[in-house]
Structure formats: C-alpha cells, structure tokens
C-alpha cells in the first residue's frame, strides 16, 4: 500500500509569493494532520481535520497559512504571503478511525522562502 | 503549556551496548504515548506505541512507561550504528476521540563502532 503522499518534496520560493503544499492520506484513513519541523522549534502541529473537517487549528501560526481538506485523499495548506521565517519541512500524517493513535507520516515538503 | 521534554543530546554509545533515552510530560490525563526515530532529512518513523504502565518489549526495544512520575523511556539492547538517528517521544493529550500528539524536541543517539 502506498503511504502518505506529499508533494512537491522540495519548493523554493520568493517573499511574498503564494506557496501551496499537497498532501495524499493513506487509502481509508479518517484523520489528517499537518505538522511544521525547525530546529528551534521542533515538530509542531498546525491543523487536523477528521473527516475532511478541520478540528483543530490552534497551531497554525496566523493568517497567512490556511488548509483544506476537500475530500478523503487530498488536503493543502497553503501560505500567502510566504516569509522567510515560513522556511521548515512540512509534515502531513494520517492514521485510521479507532484502533492505535499511531500517525503515519509522509516525505515532507522542504521550504525554502528566499 | 502541555509539554514534553527530552534530553537533547547527543548521546554516544558503543556498539553492543544499551542506549537509554528519556521523556517526561506535564499533562497528568495522557493515555498514549510513542517513539518515533527520525533519521537526518527523513520523516518520523514510528517504534512503539505503549499505553499501560510497566515494560513493553519488541525486539531490540522496549518501552517503559510510569503515569504516576510521568515519565516514558526507551531501551534499546545490542545498539547498532544503524540505530543513529533521533528519537522523538510523542505524547496524546488529547481525550474522547481527540487527537493532539505533542512531540518533544528528540534525543540525537550516536552508536560508534
């Protein structure tokens, strides 16, 4: 099976460009979650939803960054304007309804705001 | 703040031997609680999960957790260079179906011939 599927693996930009980052959960999986990594900060969550429906968005850092999730296999967080302090890896992970709480994550999107 | 905090490292052990990496957590309700390895430019990985107290055993690991001093560990036996990477300690404070890992900044484990 394939896991989680994100897109692009690697993305330059310019300040104050738009930057939208893809994400394909695992087939049957319920949740979706959105996670920012740096060095200073660590793995943060930004956003999940359940059901296509977000839950919690306190983590998303202000109005710049926004996220959908229009059907089952396909969500993107976009950012507009992007900033240099945007630069991170950006995580998606999903896991299934019930069972373990194990979240499964993909590639991750590398950042660059130039 | 809910937090969970971890030894940074780097830790450096000899090949063969145990590496011992340590977690603690503020909220007091968490259920759930794991292991993810992460290597150098790759995505977390999952190890363990563990939910009761006591010892969890899977191969080369285990997993220990202790609600009352809020505290998680992770063994591994007979480290291997292959076993390099960083360790994050992920903890659920969420409750009734809500979901909210927080990860702590990892341990970086080093295993040297």
């Known amino acids: 099976d394939a896991g989680v599927i994100q897109s692009p693996r690697h993305e330059v930009t310019e300040m104050g460009q738009e930057v939208t980052l893809r994400c394909k959960p695992i087939?049957?999986?319920?949740?979706l979650f959105w996670y920012r990594q740096t060095m200073m900060r660590g793995l943060e969550l930004l956003i999940y939803?359940?059901?296509?429906?977000?839950?919690?968005d306190s983590g998303m850092p202000e109005d710049r960054f926004s996220a959908k999730m229009p059907n089952a296999s396909f969500s993107t967080l976009k950012i507009q304007p992007s900033e240099p302090r945007d630069s991170a890896v950006y995580f998606c992970?999903?896991?299934?309804?019930?069972?373990?709480?194990?979240?499964?994550f993909g590639p991750g999107t590398r950042l660059t705001v130039l | 703040q809910k937090e969970v905090e971890q030894n940074s490292g780097p830790l450096s052990v000899p090949e063969g031997a145990i590496a011992s990496l340590n977690c603690t957590y503020s909220?007091?309700?968490?259920?759930?609680f794991f292991w993810y390895r992460q290597y150098s430019g790759k995505s977390p990985e999952l190890i363990m999960f563990?939910?009761?107290?006591g010892d969890k055993e899977d191969g080369r690991f285990t997993a220990q957790l202790n609600k009352a001093s809020q505290y998680v560990s992770l063994l591994i036996r007979d480290s291997q260079p292959s076993d390099s990477a960083t360790y994050l300690c992920?903890?659920?404070?969420?409750?009734?179906?809500?979901?909210?890992?927080?990860f702590g900044a990892g341990t970086r484990l080093a295993v040297h011939p």
């Open positions: 992970a999903s896991r299934p309804r019930g069972g373990t709480d194990t979240q499964y």
């Open positions: 087939s049957g999986h319920d949740y």
């Open positions: 939803f359940n059901n296509n429906v977000p839950i919690d």
């Open positions: 909220d007091r309700g968490s259920q759930s």
């Open positions: 563990i939910y009761s107290n």
């Open positions: 992920a903890v659920n404070m969420g409750s009734g179906g809500y979901n909210k890992l927080i």
